[in-house]
């Protein structure tokens, strides 16, 4: 019923661009081709500061990140893609989420910590289900001991020696559920690599110079543009229409001129034309997508409005008087209580306030063009059936559960205007 907005995120020129060593060149020849190298320069913003506060790239390495990321945008084998991602979880365990976990336990105090070993232990013998804890059992021994070193830990000289080696390693366990599936579906881990993955996390878990981390960050990076975030752009876009795509050769182009500052076009100059071009693209697909659905919507209007009892304003809402109310009509700025039960052509329900059993309020400037409409003509105390056109509803960026150009059915009672 309220109103609703959506969203996306150039090339100027276009011959041919390098973008560093062994880097994808760009060949702007088409609206699609600039969207995509745009998209990618868009897409690195803010990412050196992440490199670098997040993935630990030494600044003076950078060259070694991007060569990274160009290496981890290559395709690679099964045997290679397990290898790849046991490191990166390796890097993660022993880094980011080793810290995390000694900081929310101990709260900062650097006497106290995770035996590092034995978390190690529980996570490796997690992931290749050679633990002989259950782990149901394991997860209430972290919770209990957790909560009780948790409070005690602001206790300055606390010994918690005891009870720690045995939760590092719990804790260290209790952390790989879910992660094989994790790996197999978001990380591209096939199955019958497993013992390369679980070997990978093991040297992932070493420590690494500068060089090395900042070109393993830079493939962890490289892996998640040229995947993920690539097939989501496309989705986003063309709405799984394969017929149509993004130049993934453009695209990568554009995120490595960006990281290396070396765009033919300046990062705001891309986010503008990717506003213009990415909402277009994505208009033409959901006409393409819906079009047999708009015109189902629009020839239930036709014969709807041949019905007995059914009015028709200039605008095209349709609308049926089932009780003529007595009151006052509101005004456009006016704030209204009503109740209504909304539904699309095929009966289908979406909202309701007699189900949640509370008539509602707002301004009736601030719902759709056909709610609006309607109710600066109902009486107070009118219930009206109204059926309402795309054009006064959400057109094409309808909200989660309601497809793109539906016809919007509703009961309404107007109860009130509040003052």
């Given at each position: ?52 506060s997040r ?191 993004l130049s ?55 014969k709807n ?115």
């Open positions: 019923m309220k109103k609703s907005t959506a969203l996306l995120v150039f090339a100027t020129t276009a011959s041919l661009i390098s973008c560093g060593p062994q880097a994808p060149k760009a060949n702007l020849v088409s609206d699609i081709d600039s969207l995509s190298y745009s998209l990618g320069v868009h897409n690195t913003q803010g990412l050196m500061t992440y490199a670098t993935l630990g790239v030494d600044s003076t390495h950078t060259t070694n990140f991007i060569n990274g990321i160009i290496e981890g945008t290559k395709e690679i084998d099964a045997k290679e893609k397990a290898h790849m991602a046991g490191l990166q979880i390796g890097q993660q365990l022993s880094g980011d989420m080793y810290e995390s976990l000694n900081n929310q336990l101990f709260a900062g105090d650097s006497v106290n910590a995770l035996n590092k070993e034995k978390f190690m232990n529980g996570f490796l013998e997690g992931v290749e289900g050679k633990s002989t804890i259950d782990m149901s059992k394991a997860t209430e021994y972290v919770q209990a001991k957790a909560q009780t070193i948790q409070k005690d830990s602001v206790r300055t000289g606390s010994d918690f020696k005891n009870t720690v080696d045995s939760l590092s390693y719990m804790i260290g366990l209790v952390n790989t559920q879910g992660l094989m599936d994790y790996a197999t579906a978001r990380l591209g881990v096939d199955s019958a690599y497993t013992k390369e993955f679980i070997s990978s996390i093991q040297e992932g878990t070493k420590a690494l110079d500068a060089t090395q981390k900042a070109r393993m960050a830079g493939i962890q990076i490289g892996q998640q543009i040229s995947g993920d975030m690539f097939k989501a752009l496309n989705e986003q876009l063309f709405l799984g229409d394969t017929s149509t795509s993934k050769e453009n695209f990568l182009a554009g995120f490595i001129a960006g990281v290396e500052n070396k765009s033919v076009i300046s990062m705001e100059e891309a986010a503008n034309y990717v506003r213009t071009k990415a909402e277009t693209i994505q208009k033409n697909a959901i006409e393409k997508k819906y079009a047999e659905y708009k015109k189902e919507n629009e020839d239930f209007l036709t409005k041949e019905k007995e009892g059914i009015k028709t304003t200039e605008s095209g809402l349709q609308y049926r008087i089932v009780k003529e109310g007595k009151g006052k009509k509101p005004e456009a700025t006016s704030r209204v209580k009503v109740h209504y039960k909304g539904t699309l052509i095929d009966g289908t329900q979406f909202d309701s306030s007699y189900d949640r059993k509370e008539p509602t309020s707002f301004n009736c400037n601030q719902v759709i063009k056909g709610w609006t409409e309607a109710l600066t003509m109902m009486p107070v105390g009118s219930k009206w059936e109204l059926f309402i056109p795309q054009e006064l509803a959400y057109g094409a960026n309808a909200p989660q559960g309601i497809k793109p150009f539906s016809t919007l059915i509703f009961e309404v009672e107007l109860l009130d205007i509040e003052k």
